[in-house]
């Protein structure tokens, strides 16, 4: 869990947090921890996300208005991004938590996608950030130079896991902008930066077929086990401060080691069992 007493790492700053919906959410738990160090920040979540979540308790919490957005319409963006500059003026960091498949909802496979649902995964998880970098630097420059921004990803965008569908291709799409941006607003010392963080116990994780496999998978082959939503949210506190100035372009890998280990003892011993007892040799 993240300390209860902040360092002031962020004191000073602002910006804003997209994707609260509820305390398993990591933007929920990212926006505690922006608060705990001194942030100051806005909460935007679509609209029936708003109807279905808690986010009035959040911003109670954390002192943050709460404006609505359909990042999937250019308008809403938009306007979000000129309320946050009449609020604020300028801000600091961006936290852009945002995915949806309709086709792993209807459990639609990839080999069967609904395209126009396909499309919808790829404009809201993933254009969304491009549309929001615009509207945030080429038409109303509301981000500080020396700004961060930090887009939520997952090892699906470089090695396919079936069940995550077409949530792979958005991933890659997305970590693909946050390098576009990110090499064209360097001149601004502003970064993007992705977090791949591990498989965490969220509302929108939970929600996918096969999800407890993954996670125990990637909680017995990560030397560190899987990180918790309250330990990414510690993670992009640092990507938002000071000491990461001079950090953008990159897809970070937060999972406790799985991305870099090929086995491991404990899952070597697992199998052999398994194996075992369906021969019947034990």
């Not at 979000?80 to 936290?95: A, N, P, S, T």
Request: with cysteine.
């Amino acid at each position: 869990m993240s300390s209860s007493q902040g360092n002031g790492l962020l004191k000073g700053k602002k910006g804003i947090i997209f994707g609260a919906l509820d305390e398993r959410s990591i933007a929920w738990r990212v926006a505690l921890a922006c608060h705990r160090e001194g942030a100051e920040f806005v909460l935007s979540n679509a609209p029936i996300a708003l109807r279905l979540g808690q986010l009035n308790g959040l911003s109670e919490a954390t002192n943050a208005p709460v404006i609505p957005c359909d990042v999937s319409s250019e308008e809403d963006v938009d306007k979000l991004i000129q309320d946050v500059k009449e609020k604020f003026g300028k801000i600091d960091f961006i936290l852009h938590a945002i995915g949806m498949s309709p086709n792993i909802r209807k459990k639609k496979e990839y080999t069967d996608l609904d395209y126009r649902f396909f499309q919808q995964s790829l404009d809201i998880s993933a254009i969304s950030l491009h549309k929001i970098l615009h509207y945030a630097t080429e038409v109303h420059d509301i981000v500080n130079d020396g700004g961060s921004v930090v887009a939520l990803s997952y090892i699906g965008a470089q090695r396919i896991f079936s069940k995550y569908s077409d949530m792979n291709d958005a991933k890659a799409l997305l970590e693909s902008i946050a390098r576009n941006y990110g090499s064209r607003l360097g001149a601004k010392k502003i970064r993007v930066n992705t977090i791949s963080q591990g498989p965490t116990m969220t509302s929108a994780g939970s929600g996918i077929k096969g999800f407890d496999g993954m996670f125990l998978f990637a909680e017995k082959l990560s030397p560190l086990g899987n990180p918790s939503a309250d330990d990414c949210a510690d993670y992009c506190v640092a990507m938002f401060s000071d000491l990461t100035r001079m950090v953008t372009m990159q897809n970070l890998f937060h999972d406790g080691g799985f991305s870099s280990n090929g086995i491991s003892e404990e899952l070597i011993s697992d199998l052999a069992k398994m194996y075992s007892q369906d021969d019947g040799l034990s």
